[in-house]
């Protein structure tokens, strides 16, 4: 009944935001602002009602009704409350309506808004967002229906079907799959939501876009209604992609956090593509420049978070083939196409009105820069777009699929990566309007002196790469600038205000949140770039097997093999672990425990073992491939150098958002 | 006929000690090589290669029996003296391009290489004509616009940031 139940409501949702698109746009045309509101409203109902229908699925999904094909294959009465719940987004039509109802929540949340001084955006903003709302109930109710359960037919076969086929009964299966256990991880649980907090918010910004582009105020009010909307989009992207990194670190046990795999890269794109939108905006607001370019920019992350979706829903990656026969597959390409061709021809059709107020006078300026900046993060998406199509390219043309790895990606996206880093310390020194080589020399100096003792410290430390030499000269140079540029402000309002140094501090800050708040996101950037270049360059691995009482060395550390042991866990499974004692100069740093787990339906998993300080992690595996017994037990051993500053970064990063997008009480 | 027989006699003695021949030299080579490749030696070329199955995982690191297999593969190879190069040919001949980390350049595959670069310098080089064309533009303001925001240094930067700040409120 409940399944039913949860799948009328979905269809119902979907027939309401087909009317909340018509009603707007005819509301718009006849210039009826009853139709208007009336698709408001009905924009506004969409929440509740997708939420009863998820809330069913997540009752459904926590009792077990097997019934369902869904619950069936994503979870079992082994599994506890809490993954049974999250298991909405374990699977593929979960995820879909997932999607849906963090959409349904964005766009409900911004038709509550005051919409008095922008009334000629709403039937826009109302249209493209109840559109694209409309677009993912279809592809669950024609496609992916999480609500379609399993038949027996008379003949005995088991069937799945949204309702009862002929003369079939209702099967029960005792027992679901089960969620595959990979997924079971923290990082796994809270990774989805916020990337597809990420992907949803963004589609706020771009219907404010469009709504700017179709009804022509072209000046900064779209872009400045939507700042918070673009920002906390751009946080959820970011913290998604973090966990994402820390779930294969902590999961895949491959030693590393990214493997430039075509999945991590879908939603690595709406991020190269916002973070310019995030800067250029900027330059729109403060020099009337660059509209068109923002547009662009907006335009062009709308349809990466649609393309990331389709890249990894369509099974598109795994052959083109895939991609022909699935039922989503093509759907997503038409309306990829579609709505990213009328944004350009809107675009085109609003070229002129979107020219910029004031003219680009120095190469040096402040604006200059960011759109230096805008062209870099550019370079990195058409690497990353071009790496994950060309294959697909490659087995239309050929009939062979060839595989873009690693090497391709770091050795195109290296230097661009590098020129941000260097950007994103001369670019605050710049000034806004006009810079010459002579006044940025004068700012830059006295940061570069500190700067310039980087490398030879590291050369007296022994450090010979080049890659390593020059990667953290310039993670030094972007923090003594951030730190030169509080400096500087601080400095001035004491001389000017008279206030102590941490009321000046907080002063200034609290009075420019935006540039400030960027400065520490810059700061958590290159503390991150510390933990990259840490891993990618100095990372060290051995493979080695050993009987126990054996040991091995690496990097300087001794790992003596104690014990092996295995015994099986209250929730079935048969567990494999063993034990190593950590050495350094002769000295017992802790034991370490890799794990090997067999789950009772036969899913593996390995469990790395992790020795993590803020100079290095140690991270052992028990190689789960080969044969394992007390005697021959094969350990493989990563060293890992610097990569907690990956983590570290990313709570710098949320700290500095936080002062950044903080609201401005006292400006109101 | 039986000035013949002696002639087949030296054609399959010589056979046979090319065949002796071969595989002492080969068992020499095998010996050579001891002790057996390491588990490292066999992840240094396993780590440029990804088996066709296994998706997005690098063979190195691989969990599947297939992978595991393949490596056992590599190991052998080694053992008989072959190159990393030889290696990934011989599994480039058996299951094509895909195996390799990175498309081999040729043919199609320089599409790859080749275009990234050329949008990235087009890029910069539309961004700086687009400067040219600016600065051409506002020639006539410059001055005026220069006198009116002057770089700011020394003491300018305290009412400069003061001014920025007033600004935004």
């Given at each position: 009944m409940l399944a039913q139940f949860g799948f009328g409501i979905l269809v119902v949702t979907f027939l309401l935001s087909l009317f909340s698109t018509s009603s707007a746009i005819y509301g718009y045309f006849s210039k009826s602002d009853r139709w208007v509101e009336s698709a408001r409203r009905a924009l506004q109902l969409t929440f509740p009602l997708i939420s009863l229908s998820a809330l069913g699925l997540i009752y459904l999904l926590a009792t077990g009704h097997y019934e369902l094909e869904y619950v069936y294959s994503v979870t079992n009465h082994e599994m506890p409350l809490y993954l049974k719940i999250t298991a909405l987004?374990?699977?593929?039509?979960?995820?879909?309506?997932?999607?849906?109802?963090?959409?349904?929540?964005?766009?409900?949340?911004?038709?509550?808004?005051?919409?008095?001084?922008?009334?000629?955006?709403?039937?826009?903003?109302?249209?493209?967002?109840?559109?694209?709302?409309?677009?993912?109930?279809?592809?669950?109710?024609?496609?992916?229906?999480?609500?379609?359960?399993l038949w027996q037919t008379i003949s005995g076969e088991i069937a799945a079907h949204m309702f009862?086929?002929?003369?079939?009964?209702?099967?029960?299966?005792?027992?679901?799959?089960?969620?595959?256990?990979?997924?079971?991880?923290?990082?796994?649980?809270?990774?989805?939501?916020?990337?597809?907090?990420?992907?949803?918010?963004?589609?706020?910004?771009?219907?404010?876009?469009?709504?700017a582009l179709v009804t022509g105020r072209t000046d900064d009010r779209w872009t400045r209604l939507t700042r918070r909307w673009t920002l906390v989009a751009w946080l959820f992207l970011s913290i998604g992609l973090v966990l994402g990194m820390r779930w294969a670190y902590d999961v895949l046990g491959w030693g590393g956090y990214w493997g430039w795999d075509p999945v991590e890269i879908a939603a690595l794109m709406p991020w190269l593509a916002s973070t310019p939108f995030l800067h250029s905006v900027m330059i729109q607001e403060k020099r009337g420049m660059l509209k068109q370019w923002n547009m662009l920019l907006i335009i062009l992350t709308y349809s990466l978070v649609i393309f990331g979706t389709f890249l990894t829903?369509?099974?598109?990656?795994?052959?083109?083939?895939?991609?022909?026969?699935?039922?989503?597959?093509?759907?997503?390409?038409?309306?990829?196409?579609?709505?990213?061709?009328?944004?350009?021809?809107?675009?085109?059709?609003?070229?002129?009105?979107?020219?910029?107020?004031?003219?680009?006078?120095?190469?040096?300026?402040?604006?200059?820069?960011?759109?230096?900046?805008?062209?870099?993060?550019?370079?990195?998406?058409?690497?990353?777009?071009?790496?994950?199509?060309?294959?697909?390219?490659?087995?239309?043309?050929?009939?062979?699929?060839?595989?873009?790895?690693?090497?391709?990606?770091?050795?195109?996206?290296?230097?661009?990566?590098?020129?941000?880093?260097?950007?994103?310390?001369?670019?605050?020194?710049?000034?806004?309007?006009?810079?010459?080589?002579?006044?940025?020399?004068?700012?830059?100096w006295k940061p570069t002196i500190p700067t310039l003792l980087v490398p030879f410290v590291l050369i007296v430390l022994n450090v010979r790469n080049w890659i390593a030499l020059l990667g953290f000269t310039l993670v030094a140079f972007v923090v003594f600038v951030t730190l030169y540029e509080f400096w500087r402000g601080v400095s001035a309002r004491r001389k000017t205000q008279g206030e102590n140094f941490l009321i000046a501090l907080v002063r200034l800050t609290r009075r420019n949140r935006r540039r400030y708040g960027g400065y520490i996101i810059h700061v958590a950037m290159v503390v991150m770039a510390i933990g990259i270049l840490g891993i990618e360059v100095f990372q060290t691995q051995t493979q080695q097997t050993l009987a126990v009482g054996q040991d091995m060395q690496i990097s300087g550390y001794t790992l003596q093999y104690d014990s092996l042991a295995q015994f099986p866990y209250v929730d079935g499974r048969q567990v494999t672990r063993a034990v190593l004692s950590v050495y350094k100069d002769g000295k017992y740093l802790g034991d370490l425990y890799p794990r090997y787990d067999l789950f009772p339906d036969g899913q593996p998993m390995t469990i790395p073992a992790i020795r993590s300080t803020l100079a290095d992690d140690l991270y052992v595996v028990l190689v789960n491939w080969e044969n394992i017994s007390i005697n021959e037990t094969p350990f493989k051993v990563y060293h890992n150098p610097l990569v907690n500053w990956l983590w570290i970064g990313s709570a710098i990063f949320v700290l500095g958002y936080l002062v950044s997008a903080w609201p401005e009480a006292e400006t109101m | 006929m039986g000035k013949k027989a002696p002639a087949n006699h030296l054609f399959f003695t010589i056979l046979l000690l090319f065949f002796i021949a071969i595989t002492v030299l080969s068992f020499k080579s095998v010996r050579a090589q001891e002790p057996t490749p390491s588990d490292d030696e066999v992840n240094a070329i396993a780590r440029q290669m990804f088996c066709p199955i296994c998706e997005n995982t690098p063979l190195d690191v691989c969990p599947t029996e297939a992978c595991h297999d393949w490596r056992e593969l590599i190991r052998q190879m080694l053992a008989q003296g072959k190159t990393p190069s030889e290696i990934k040919q011989y599994f480039v001949d058996h299951y094509g391009d895909r195996v390799l980390s990175e498309p081999p350049r040729a043919g199609l595959n320089w599409l790859v290489y080749v275009l990234p670069p050329i949008a990235f310098i087009t890029g910069l080089l539309l961004l700086f004509r687009a400067f040219r064309m600016w600065k051409v533009k506002s020639t006539a303001t410059f001055q005026e616009e220069v006198s009116a925001s002057k770089p700011a240094h020394g003491n300018e930067y305290a009412t400069r940031l003061e001014d920025e700040l007033r600004r935004r409120n």
């Amino acid at each position: 009944m409940l399944a039913q139940f949860g799948f009328g409501i979905l269809v119902v949702t979907f027939l309401l935001s087909l009317f909340s698109t018509s009603s707007a746009i005819y509301g718009y045309f006849s210039k009826s602002d009853r139709w208007v509101e009336s698709a408001r409203r009905a924009l506004q109902l969409t929440f509740p009602l997708i939420s009863l229908s998820a809330l069913g699925l997540i009752y459904l999904l926590a009792t077990g009704h097997y019934e369902l094909e869904y619950v069936y294959s994503v979870t079992n009465h082994e599994m506890p409350l809490y993954l049974k719940i999250t298991a909405l987004w374990g699977g593929q039509a979960g995820s879909l309506l997932f999607w849906a109802w963090l959409m349904s929540a964005f766009a409900s949340a911004m038709t509550l808004r005051k919409w008095d001084r922008d009334r000629e955006f709403l039937p826009w903003v109302v249209a493209v967002t109840s559109l694209t709302l409309a677009f993912f109930l279809s592809l669950i109710i024609f496609f992916e229906n999480p609500f379609i359960r399993l038949w027996q037919t008379i003949s005995g076969e088991i069937a799945a079907h949204m309702f009862a086929p002929a003369g079939a009964s209702l099967f029960l299966p005792s027992e679901g799959r089960g969620l595959n256990e990979l997924l079971r991880h923290p990082g796994m649980v809270f990774h989805p939501p916020m990337l597809y907090l990420g992907f949803v918010a963004f589609v706020i910004p771009y219907a404010f876009a469009i709504a700017a582009l179709v009804t022509g105020r072209t000046d900064d009010r779209w872009t400045r209604l939507t700042r918070r909307w673009t920002l906390v989009a751009w946080l959820f992207l970011s913290i998604g992609l973090v966990l994402g990194m820390r779930w294969a670190y902590d999961v895949l046990g491959w030693g590393g956090y990214w493997g430039w795999d075509p999945v991590e890269i879908a939603a690595l794109m709406p991020w190269l593509a916002s973070t310019p939108f995030l800067h250029s905006v900027m330059i729109q607001e403060k020099r009337g420049m660059l509209k068109q370019w923002n547009m662009l920019l907006i335009i062009l992350t709308y349809s990466l978070v649609i393309f990331g979706t389709f890249l990894t829903r369509s099974g598109v990656l795994s052959s083109v083939h895939a991609f022909a026969q699935s039922a989503i597959g093509p759907m997503f390409f038409i309306f990829i196409g579609i709505t990213f061709i009328i944004s350009i021809s809107l675009l085109i059709y609003r070229w002129n009105d979107l020219r910029a107020e004031v003219e680009m006078k120095s190469l040096l300026s402040r604006e200059a820069l960011f759109l230096l900046n805008n062209l870099l993060f550019l370079g990195v998406l058409i690497v990353c777009f071009w790496g994950v199509i060309f294959p697909l390219i490659s087995e239309i043309v050929t009939g062979q699929k060839i595989t873009v790895g690693p090497p391709f990606y770091l050795r195109a996206t290296g230097p661009l990566w590098g020129a941000l880093m260097a950007l994103m310390g001369i670019a605050p020194l710049s000034a806004w309007g006009y810079s010459t080589l002579k006044t940025i020399g004068r700012a830059i100096w006295k940061p570069t002196i500190p700067t310039l003792l980087v490398p030879f410290v590291l050369i007296v430390l022994n450090v010979r790469n080049w890659i390593a030499l020059l990667g953290f000269t310039l993670v030094a140079f972007v923090v003594f600038v951030t730190l030169y540029e509080f400096w500087r402000g601080v400095s001035a309002r004491r001389k000017t205000q008279g206030e102590n140094f941490l009321i000046a501090l907080v002063r200034l800050t609290r009075r420019n949140r935006r540039r400030y708040g960027g400065y520490i996101i810059h700061v958590a950037m290159v503390v991150m770039a510390i933990g990259i270049l840490g891993i990618e360059v100095f990372q060290t691995q051995t493979q080695q097997t050993l009987a126990v009482g054996q040991d091995m060395q690496i990097s300087g550390y001794t790992l003596q093999y104690d014990s092996l042991a295995q015994f099986p866990y209250v929730d079935g499974r048969q567990v494999t672990r063993a034990v190593l004692s950590v050495y350094k100069d002769g000295k017992y740093l802790g034991d370490l425990y890799p794990r090997y787990d067999l789950f009772p339906d036969g899913q593996p998993m390995t469990i790395p073992a992790i020795r993590s300080t803020l100079a290095d992690d140690l991270y052992v595996v028990l190689v789960n491939w080969e044969n394992i017994s007390i005697n021959e037990t094969p350990f493989k051993v990563y060293h890992n150098p610097l990569v907690n500053w990956l983590w570290i970064g990313s709570a710098i990063f949320v700290l500095g958002y936080l002062v950044s997008a903080w609201p401005e009480a006292e400006t109101m | 006929m039986g000035k013949k027989a002696p002639a087949n006699h030296l054609f399959f003695t010589i056979l046979l000690l090319f065949f002796i021949a071969i595989t002492v030299l080969s068992f020499k080579s095998v010996r050579a090589q001891e002790p057996t490749p390491s588990d490292d030696e066999v992840n240094a070329i396993a780590r440029q290669m990804f088996c066709p199955i296994c998706e997005n995982t690098p063979l190195d690191v691989c969990p599947t029996e297939a992978c595991h297999d393949w490596r056992e593969l590599i190991r052998q190879m080694l053992a008989q003296g072959k190159t990393p190069s030889e290696i990934k040919q011989y599994f480039v001949d058996h299951y094509g391009d895909r195996v390799l980390s990175e498309p081999p350049r040729a043919g199609l595959n320089w599409l790859v290489y080749v275009l990234p670069p050329i949008a990235f310098i087009t890029g910069l080089l539309l961004l700086f004509r687009a400067f040219r064309m600016w600065k051409v533009k506002s020639t006539a303001t410059f001055q005026e616009e220069v006198s009116a925001s002057k770089p700011a240094h020394g003491n300018e930067y305290a009412t400069r940031l003061e001014d920025e700040l007033r600004r935004r409120n």
